[in-house]
C-alpha cells in the first residue's frame, strides 16, 4: 500500500508498481470519485465529504473498499492507494506485505496541490488543501507508527523528480517482497 499526503505522488507511482507486480490498483479517491460522479444514492452520499476534503464516513468508504476489494483479491493482490486512512480502517484491512511511505514537507504539497489541473475540485480551493493536510496528520500519519512496529514500512523521499521516486520505490518493493524468478 501507498502512504502519503495530498500531492506527494500516489496517483502517478501507484499504477505503475501495480503494472510492475502484475496486480490491480485501486485508489479510493478514484473510487468514490466515480462513484459520485455516476450520482448512485451512494455516490450523492459520499460527494459531500470529497469536496469538504473531509474523510468519508467508514460505512460508504467500506462499501466502495470491499465491492473493490473482493474483485481484486480473485486476481492475487493489489496495489492500494488511499486506504487505510485510519488507524480503525488499517485494523479492518489486517496485515499488508509493505508500505510504501512518499514522504513530503507539507509546503511543497501546497504547492503541487495549487498547481495540479485535474479538474479536481478539491484541489481548486486553498482552504480545502490546508483541510486535507490536516487530516492527513491528525488521521492517516498515525499510521506511520502503525506499519513500522510491524516492519513493514518503507519511507521513500517523494520531494524529488518522479523516475527518481520510482526507482526507489522499485528497490524497496524488491528488497521487502521479492518475487519468485520468472
Ligand atoms: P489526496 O490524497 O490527494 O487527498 P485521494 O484521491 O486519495 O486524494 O482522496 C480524495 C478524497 O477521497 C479524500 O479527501 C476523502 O474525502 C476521500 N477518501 C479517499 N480515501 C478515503 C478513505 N480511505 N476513507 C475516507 N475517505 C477517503
Redesign the pocket.
Known sequence: MLLG???SG??TQGPRLAQRVGVPYL????L??REAAAGTDLGARVAP??AE????P?DL?LEV?DRALAGAGAEGGFVL??????VA?ADRLGDVDVVLHLALPDDVARLR?AARDEGRA?DADPEVIEH?LR?YHDQTAPLLDHYAKRGTLVSVDADRPPAEVMAELDAALDAAAPRAPG
Open positions: 499526503a495530498p500531492g500516489k496517483g485508489s479510493t479517491g478514484d468514490l470519485r465529504y470529497l476534503g473531509e474523510l468519508v467508514d468508504t473498499v492507494d488511499g486506504f487505510p486512512r485510519t480502517q496541490l478539491d486535507r487530516v
